[in-house]
Every structure is written in C-alpha cells, then in structure tokens.
C-alpha cells in the first residue's frame, strides 16, 4: 500500500466519523427546536407548524444516518431518503400557505380556510406520500430497477421540486413587494394606518420565507453531490465508466457527509433568524438554569441557617 493510499484511506476514515458526530449533533439540535416550539405557548401557533414539520424531517433525516451506517438495511435507506424529502416538500408547503396567507383575504377567511387540524393533516400527507414514493422503490424493486429509478426518476424528480419550489418563492416574494411600498421601486397596494394586521403578516411572510429561502439554498447545495453520486453508480454499474470502485466509494463518502450538514445547519439558521424561536429559546432554557440557580442557592442559604442554629 503507497503512501498516498494510505492517506487516502484515513482522510476517508476521518471525514466518516466527523460525519457520525455531525449526525449527532444533528439530531440533538432538531430535538431542542421541537421542545422549544412545543413548549413556548406564543410559538405553538399555524406560522410555526411547517418549521416544526421540518425540523422533525430533519431530525428523522439525522437519526436514519447514524442507524444506516451501523445497519445497512434497506428499510433505513428507505427512510433516510423519504426524510430528506418530506425537507424538500415541507420548504415548498412553507411557500404554498404563505401565499395563500397573503392573497386570501379578508384574514379572517384565510383563519378559517387553513386550521391547525388541517395544517397537521398536509404534514401527515406529506410523509404518506414520501415513504409511498420511496419505500416500494427500494424494498421491493430489484437492484437494477432501483439503480434507474434513482437516478433516473428520483433525482429530476426532487430537481423539479427544487426549482418550483425556487419559482414560487421569488412569485411570492413579488406578492409581498406589492403590499409593501419601501420594498418595491414602483408604487405598491396601499396600506391604511390602522392596518396593523396586514403589515404584521407580510413582515412575518417576509422573514419565514428569507429563512427558508436560505434554507432551500443549503439542502440544495448539499444535496447535490450526492445526486451526481447516483448519476455516477448507475454508469459504474451498468459498464459505461471506467470509474474505480474505489475511487467512487470515495467520493460516495465525501458526498454522505455534505448531505449530513443540512439537517445540522438549519437550525442555526432558526437561531439566527427567527426572533420569536430566539427569544423562546431563551425563556425556555435561560430562565430554567436560573431557577435551578436560585433553588440552588436557596437550599445552601436554608442549609446554612440550619447549621448556625444547631451550633
């Protein structure tokens, strides 16, 4: 074995590990975005219902990596795939509710149209419908089947989601610039003052889709390398490259750990754009270590007093 294989070998070793300790990290940090949205009254309400949505996705998406790498069963695979995908279809929900938000109007019709039962029900369905398009592929098809498939069916077809989901975004940001005149550089739908409602629901749509937008851009960046791995193992395995194995299972490796970064990332994202998760976070967490804090010195102080007066 050279020199250079060698470090190749243990670059492979070192990236697969930081990978297990991304996907880790991944899980616990989604974990902490659902208790926090679960637990801080004012963020259990419809605006959040998708960012809860994703971050399950993406905790599920975590947790399938670490389970795959240690059992490689097709059914893991099979989740693994069908949570990236209800990621990709939960960011396009985000901007389908979003504009029905801003073009329903009077408000109170869109309360009524979208519930929080039937905001539940979409996240349902939008799982049903992943693991049906996945789980028949990759338990029941053969190899060879699954080879075109995946790379033939399932990779254009998220591509094609991506990009409507892209459209959307920028049809719907256009909407909000026509609410809101400093956004726009012509003349936009007037807002009477005491419209107080409607400029706080297109600030709101505004900084939900700037999140997810940004969201959308990261999955898509870490997605792709491994979607040309697919396109790669379809012409390795059928003869039509002259690609190594190893060199394939290499890149395989490098390209599994860019896709891990996604569900690690976004809820950073969450952190750094979402005031209301912020500062529910915060209230959460913060006021819980000071209240054990102050129990905490409470029990010394009552301590204390019991020891001077039996002395």
């Known amino acids: 074995m050279t020199l250079q294989s060698t470090m190749s070998s243990t670059l492979i070793i070192?990236?697969?590990?930081?990978?297990?300790v991304i996907s880790g990290l991944a899980v616990l940090e989604n974990l902490l975005v659902m208790v926090v949205l679960a637990k801080t009254s004012h963020l259990r309400i419809k605006y959040f219902a998708f960012i809860f949505n994703l971050a399950l996705a993406d905790l599920a998406f975590a947790a399938m990596l670490i389970a795959y790498a240690l059992i490689r069963a097709r059914v893991l695979l099979a989740l693994l795939q069908s949570s990236f995908f209800v990621s990709v279809l939960t960011i396009l929900a985000v901007a389908v509710n979003r504009y029905l938000a801003l073009t329903i109007t009077p408000f109170f019709r869109y309360d009524a149209l979208v519930t929080r039962c039937r905001l539940v029900v979409v996240c349902l369905l939008l799982w049903c419908f992943s693991l049906a398009l996945h789980l028949p592929v990759i338990l029941v098809a053969s190899n060879e089947v699954r080879?075109?498939?995946s790379a033939w069916f399932r990779s254009p077809f998220v591509l094609a989601v991506w990009i409507v989901t892209a459209v959307l975004y920028r049809f719907v940001f256009s909407k909000i610039k026509s609410y809101v005149p400093p956004l726009a550089s012509s003349r936009g739908v007037?807002?009477?003052?005491?419209?107080?409602?409607?400029?706080?629901?297109?600030?709101?749509?505004?900084?939900?889709?700037?999140?997810?937008s940004i969201i959308l851009v990261t999955s898509f960046i870490c997605w792709i390398p491994f979607n040309v791995g697919q396109i790669m193992e379809y012409f390795i395995k059928t003869g039509q490259s002259t690609i190594s194995d190893d060199t394939?299972?290499?890149?395989?490796?490098?390209?599994?750990?860019?896709?891990?970064?996604?569900?690690?990332?976004?809820?950073?994202?969450?952190w750094w754009r979402l005031d209301d998760f912020r500062q529910g976070f915060k209230a959460l967490f913060c006021r819980r270590l000071l209240q054990n804090q102050e129990f905490g010195e409470k029990v010394d102080y009552e301590d204390q007093q019991s020891t001077e007066t039996i002395m």
């Open 14 to 20: 070192v990236i697969s590990y930081c990978g297990a």
């Open 147 to 149: 080879l075109i498939l």
């Open 190 to 212: 007037f807002i009477p003052n005491d419209s107080e409602q409607t400029a706080t629901r297109v600030r709101q749509t505004r900084r939900l889709l700037v999140t997810l």
């Open 248 to 270: 394939f299972n290499n890149y395989n490796t490098f390209a599994a750990f860019i896709y891990c970064l996604s569900p690690a990332i976004n809820p950073l994202i969450y």
